[in-house]
């Protein structure tokens, strides 16, 4: 009897553990997915017109040991490209992007972060503002290049 009530016991627990790990999770996700909701995603192809077309700051939000990975990287046009980490967003832009008015594509590896970074933006006033649906990875899976140390790199599609 003592063991199947250590076992329950310890199953219990597991499953309060387990559902806080979700739970935290399912918060951030719910988040992630407002922030992306509320200011819009362009998808890789339509990076790559703004890029091509228009005059747009790609603000990359990732961490350093992150930004090592590379960068976006057109083949054909400059990318004006900012990195702010998404940790030092609120106290670095206003510095690196003081018009409100200048089209801002924002970035992570996967979209997260870089839709919350999108979110924050407009709440500081930023007007067109959109995040890459997908982040780096997307963009380098879509078949675009990505600048690294060791020269541009391109997947196949």
Known sequence: MKKLSKLLAS????GLLSSSIYGENNAKMVLINEAKTEVGEVTPDQLKEL?????????????????????????????????????????????????????????????????LAAQVLKKMGYKNVKNLQGGIDAWAKAGNSIKTGLGVLKIAK
């Open 11 to 14: 199953m219990l627990l597991l």
């Open 51 to 115: 890029i091509d077309d228009e005059n747009v700051v790609v603000l990359d939000v990732r961490e350093s040991e992150q930004r090592a990975e590379g960068y976006l990287f057109s083949d054909f046009t400059a990318v004006e490209t900012i990195s702010i980490t998404r940790g030092n967003l609120e106290w670095e832009v206003l510095d690196k992007i003081q018009d409100k008015n200048i089209n801002i594509v924002t970035y992570c590896r996967n979209g997260g972060r870089g839709a």
